[in-house]
């Protein structure tokens, strides 16, 4: 027969170690080409979502950033990489840079549910192809030197019924056709175009020459997904960061946040605090920005004509020049500022009132034909 094993010697002792598998990722931007690549301290915007096998966020701090709702945003220069460590192995992360600062193309700019099994690392290269000549004319120096501030010309022709509408919102097509008309006429030829690249904008439309020409420029940018939304109202914060881009920067600006609502972190964030720091743009006077609030068409003639330093005054204007039904009251803050973006005009010599300089009117001048340049 068989002997039977005392339970002593029966006796088998398991041990179970436990290894929590965690992976990483790493992502990383890096702009290539021979044309207009971003300025120093310019950030690329680079959106992360990371979800479980279950499709449920993760949450946590990853990369010195908090994700919430699974969700977070980072801003990375050129070259710049950020590491997300000690993620739970197999998370599903998606990465699409948001804004590409004019890059022509983009390789590996959005990866979409891919599963985290080690480490990985995305490489989003950002491409500058050289801007179009325009016909052998050779483009022009960035910064403010595509903008024509030498003329005051009229550049907002108003609405049917001598209406200027100063307290409607404007929409992203409208102000991207506003910016096309501030460029000089040499900046608009060599950095002309006819498709933008936009899902969403179609040639034959009357935004599309402007909209073309300002994403050459870099000037504008899209969603992400390969649309630019041109009917939908324009926010406070778009517009900074569109403005601002007309600005050269440099590492030496030192930026302070001055505003309750514009939290450290968003995509908008240092393109709001350059907007401020320029003077394009400012607050409502209780330290807030208002960055998700849509844009008055009051409020966007007033940053353009910052934008190409005019300094209009309600009592050195001319008799003769163009009015409106709706911006008759001089005592509103916004009505020297709609009347020099609707009024084409020749300056004389600088005024000091109250010890801010003011320019004075000398001559009306003929409005100039936006209408047959645009399409």
């Excluded at 504008?220 to 324009?234: A, L, N, T, V, W």
């Excluded at 393109?271 to 844009?295: C, H, I, Q, T």
């Excluded at 803050?333 to 020749?346: L, R």
């Amino acid at each position: 027969g068989f002997k039977q094993m005392s339970p002593e010697t029966a006796k088998v002792t398991f041990t179970n170690t436990f290894v929590i598998k965690t992976g990483k990722l790493t992502v990383k931007v890096e702009a290539a080409g021979e044309g207009k690549k971003p300025g120093t301290g310019e950030k690329y915007t680079v959106h992360v979502e990371l979800t479980d096998k279950n499709g449920d966020p993760v949450n946590g701090t990853y990369g010195g950033k908090e994700f919430k709702d699974g969700k977070a945003d980072f801003r990375l220069g050129d070259g710049e990489s950020v590491v997300l460590e000690n993620l739970p192995y197999g998370t599903k992360y998606t990465v699409t840079e948001t804004d590409k600062l004019g890059a022509d193309t983009v390789a590996g700019e959005v990866k979409t549910e891919c599963e985290l099994v080690g480490n990985t690392t995305v490489e989003i290269q950002n491409t500058y192809n050289k801007a179009p000549s325009g016909g052998g004319v050779t483009p022009p120096p960035t910064g403010g030197d595509v903008l024509n501030k030498a003329e005051h010309f009229g550049y907002i022709i108003g609405v049917p019924g001598k209406e200027v509408r100063p307290e409607q919102n404007i929409t992203r097509a409208e102000i991207v056709t506003i910016l096309f008309r501030l460029l000089t006429d040499e900046a608009r030829q060599a950095y002309w175009g006819e498709d933008s690249g936009f899902t969403d904008v179609q040639k034959g439309v009357w935004y599309n020459h402007a909209v073309a020409t300002l994403h050459n420029l870099g000037i504008i940018q899209g969603d992400g997904s390969g649309r630019f939304k041109p009917m939908e109202m324009i926010t406070r914060a778009e517009v900074a960061a569109m403005v601002v881009r007309f600005r050269e920067k440099s590492d030496s600006i030192k930026l302070e946040n001055r505003f309750t609502d514009v939290a450290e972190g968003k995509w908008y964030t240092d393109e709001v605090l350059l907007a401020d720091f320029y003077g394009l743009m400012e607050g409502d006077g209780s330290n807030r920005f208002k960055p998700e609030d849509k844009l008055t068409r009051a409020e966007a003639m007033t940053v353009f004509n910052r934008l190409l330093e005019r300094k209009p005054h309600k009592d050195h204007l001319l008799p003769g020049m163009i009015t409106w039904s709706d911006n008759m009251d001089t005592g509103r803050w916004y009505y020297a500022q709609i009347q020099e973006a609707t009024n084409s005009h020749k300056c004389g010599q600088d005024v000091i009132i109250d010890g801010k300089v003011y320019e004075t009117w000398s001559e009306i001048t003929p409005m100039r034909d936006w209408a047959a340049l645009e399409y």
